[in-house]
Structure formats: C-alpha cells, structure tokens
C-alpha cells in the first residue's frame, strides 16, 4: 500500500515545487511586452528569442535554442520593488538605437559583448538591469524591446568591407585639443589623446596599476576635419558608466563594448569602448561630454 503511495506523493511534491500561479502584475508585465514568459521559484522570465535570424557559425547554420534566446528576468525586492535583469540579443544595427531606448527610459545597460567567432551576421549581447514596480519596469523596457528585430540591412557588406567614406587627410589637433582639453600625439594621420585616471589609487600586490598599466582613458581620430572616425576606451567606476553611456549616445557615437580589463582590483573598473563618424568638431564634442562625467561616481562607487 505505502509503496504505491510513495511516488504519488513525490511527483504532487515535485509539481508544486515548479507550478507557482502567476502574480497579477506579472500578467500584465506578460501582456505590456506581448511576449512569452513563465514564473517559477519566484522569477517571471520573460523569452525574447531572436528566431527572426538565420545565423551561422564558422559556417554551419545554427538554431536558436543554440545561444539566441534573449530574455529579461523580474523578481520581488524590497520596499515594494522589483529586480530585473536580462540579456538581449542584437544585430550590430540594433545595438544602439536598443541602448538609448534603454538610458532614455531609465534602465542600465551594464554589459555589452559576443559570444562567438565568425558568426554571420555579428550578433551581440546586452545586460539590462533595472529597479521599480513590475509595471514601471516593464514601460521602461518596451520601447528597446520594440526595436528588436527592426534593424536595418545598412551595413550587410562590412563584412567584406566597402567604399570607405573617410580618407586620411589634414585634421586641425590644435582644434581637436582644445575641444577635449588636452593634448594629444600624431603619429601616421592619427591623432590620439590618452588621459590617466590619476583621482583612482588602484594597486594590484601592491604594485601602482596607473595609465602605461592600462588604467587609460583615450580617443584616436582619424581622417579630416569635414568626415573623421573616432574610436576609443574609457575607464570608469561603477557610478561614472550610465552618465557615460548618456554622454556618449546623446552625442551620436557608438557604444562597441563594455566589460573589465583588470580582475581583483579595488574598486572594480570598467572599460567602455566606442567608435563613431562624423565632424572633427562633433567627435571631440562628444568625448569630451564622456570626459565630464568621470570623477563623478567616485562617492557613489565605492
């Protein structure tokens, strides 16, 4: 009789144990975005799988359920609110037009990266995390979640490159410099201004991790002062990386990466790189916006 009672009671256990009823406010975070979700050990996970892409890796056609399911993540905090987090999965268009939807409605994007080699097309991946109510969060993340998969097929042929718009040229430094406020070095029609992060003290065993070390931000220009490229990495602590992340998108350029360079250190650094086109003018507007927002964070971070 107990024997055949026995696993009754366990599958009844192990049911409950992963069948929880859905909260309300979960419903509606469900039905705001339009997507799929489920709930269970406390956390609404809402799917956002990018089954619109036919990807490849090193040439073999590969499914979704592979490494291209986004999703966002909800779970109660204290205080009334709610946690998210999520991971988005984006075309290299989508990128940014997604991150400024994110800044613009109060979110953070707290990591920017790949997953593979030679996948085509580039695919990318974005951490979100944010506080508030469930439906505070979800109005906040549904403009970015809209724009995924509304990329545009501008730049398809990068992979095999193209007609370059921007030609080695002559650049005003002078002017550069003093946009950004500093002084930089020209060395085969680039310009490039590094800067130390000389308000951290960070060592590592003891030793001084200062800008040779790595602990830099800089900008490198390239082409002339009507149409130039901008590319480079900022150092950041944990307070400065959404006022940068604002600084750099409001002003047109394009965030490439986030993630460490350093492990152990004390406070932790994070490294942004970005990348964008444009007037002379309007690049090194756009750094030196980045620029002020550093030195900021340094209460807040540590």
């Known amino acids: 009789m107990y024997m055949f009672r026995l696993p009754f009671v366990f599958v009844a256990v192990v049911a409950g144990a992963f069948a929880q009823q859905m909260p309300a406010d979960y419903d509606g975070v469900v039905r705001a975005l339009g997507k799929t979700g489920d709930f269970k050990d406390n956390v609404l996970k809402i799917n956002i799988p990018r089954s619109d892409l036919k990807v490849t890796i090193d040439g073999t056609p590969t499914p979704t359920p592979f490494g291209f399911g986004g999703w966002l993540a909800m779970t109660k ?114 310009y490039k201004i590094t800067l130390g992060r000389d308000d951290l003290k960070i060592t590592e065993m003891g030793a001084t991790i200062n800008a040779r070390m790595g602990l830099n931000t800089w900008a490198a220009f390239y082409g002339t002062d009507s149409m130039a490229e901008v590319a480079g990495d900022i150092a950041m602590l944990a307070g400065e990386v959404t006022p940068v992340l604002k600084a750099l998108r409001a002003n047109g350029l394009n965030v490439v990466a986030m993630h460490h360079h350093m492990i152990g250190t004390q406070p932790a650094i994070y490294f942004l790189h970005y990348w964008g086109t444009g007037s002379t003018d309007k690049l090194a507007t756009g750094f030196k916006a980045a620029l002020n927002e550093l030195g900021k964070g340094s209460a807040k971070s540590k």
Do not use: C, W
Not at 100 to 105: F, R, T, W
């Open 77 to 190: 905090g204290t205080g009334g609110m709610d946690v998210m987090m999520g991971d988005l999965v984006l075309l290299e268009d989508e990128v940014n037009p997604v991150m400024s939807a994110l800044l613009e409605n109060g979110l953070e994007v707290t990591a920017l990266h790949n997953h593979f080699f030679f996948e085509s097309p580039r695919v990318y991946y974005m951490h979100v995390h944010g506080h508030g109510t469930a439906a505070d969060l979800a109005k906040m993340a549904k403009p970015a979640i809209d724009l995924i998969g509304k990329g545009t097929p501008t730049h398809q042929s990068t992979v095999t490159g193209g007609t370059s718009k921007i030609q080695a040229g002559q650049m005003d430094t002078a002017k550069i410099a003093k946009a950004v406020g500093h002084e930089g070095e020209l060395t085969g029609g680039v």
